[in-house]
């Protein structure tokens, strides 16, 4: 079964300072991954996705991540983060196998302080 | 075009009463997924629909938990006898064959709250 651990319930960050968040998956072969935000109110948006090839896959709204197979790990990264960037963040897995059905982690709170 | 749309966007039950949740997916998108998040928790996959194979219903948590699709379009997810643990965010999303099935894009969801 496939499962998507993600540590760090709560990060807070000052704007314009870098942002990481940590993903790690369990699954059988190679995994579809997925990257969400959910900001207050909103709905799920997909910021990026990683199916195969470059391992360092670039999203919207200035993100990207990068899926280290070693580390079984897909963390999220944004250089300077802006206040509008508080939101919840989502890391999920899927594979076409499992009937392409979306395994979420806990997700991951991020507070921006000015 | 139109996204994922649900209704109600919120709905307040009496513990006992049931409860219909609607999805209209994306035009086009053979797929269809039902996902609930409880609060401050990520996503647990509930039941997919495919086409006109049978749905993947192993996430849905009980026999209360129902759900049907009319064809390519909407579908309804049903909970009878709604107990207070069913209070949720209920989301559903859909995803085309175009996209290989795995991009699935999600409606606003439907607030679920039991007295």
Same mark, same amino acid.
Not at chain 2, 72 to 82: C, N
């Given at each position: 079964a496939q499962s998507v651990t993600q540590p760090d319930i709560h990060i807070t960050v000052s704007e314009g300072a870098s942002l990481e968040l940590r993903c790690n998956y369990s699954y059988g072969a190679t995994p579809y991954l997925f990257w969400y935000v959910q900001s207050p109110g909103q709905g799920l948006q997909l910021l990026l996705k990683y199916f195969s090839g470059d391992t360092l896959v670039q999203g919207i709204k200035g993100f990207e991540a990068e899926f280290k197979r070693s580390q079984s790990s897909f963390n999220l990264r944004k250089p300077s983060v802006h206040w509008s960037?508080?939101?919840?963040?989502?890391?999920?897995?899927g594979a076409k196998a499992a009937g392409n059905k979306l395994t979420f982690g806990g997700g991951t709170r991020v507070l921006v302080k000015p | 075009g139109a996204g994922v749309s649900q209704s109600p966007s919120n709905k307040v039950t009496e513990k006992g009463k049931d409860v219909e949740l609607r999805c209209d997916p994306i035009s086009g998108h053979t797929a269809l997924y039902w996902y609930r998040q409880r609060l401050g928790q990520g996503l647990e996959f509930?039941?997919?629909?495919?086409?006109n194979s049978a749905p993947d219903k192993s996430g849905l948590p009980s026999d209360?938990?129902?759900?049907?699709?009319?064809?390519?379009?909407?579908?309804?997810?049903?909970? @009878?006898?709604? @107990?207070?643990?069913d209070s949720a965010v209920y989301l559903c999303a859909s995803s085309s064959r175009l996209r290989n099935y795995n991009e699935q894009f999600f409606g606003p969801g439907t607030r679920l709250t039991v007295l």
């Open positions: 960037d508080a939101a919840e963040y989502f890391c999920a897995v | 509930l039941i997919y629909f495919q086409g209360r938990f129902s759900a049907e699709r009319t064809g390519e379009s909407v579908s309804t997810l049903t909970i @009878q006898r709604t @107990q207070q643990e």
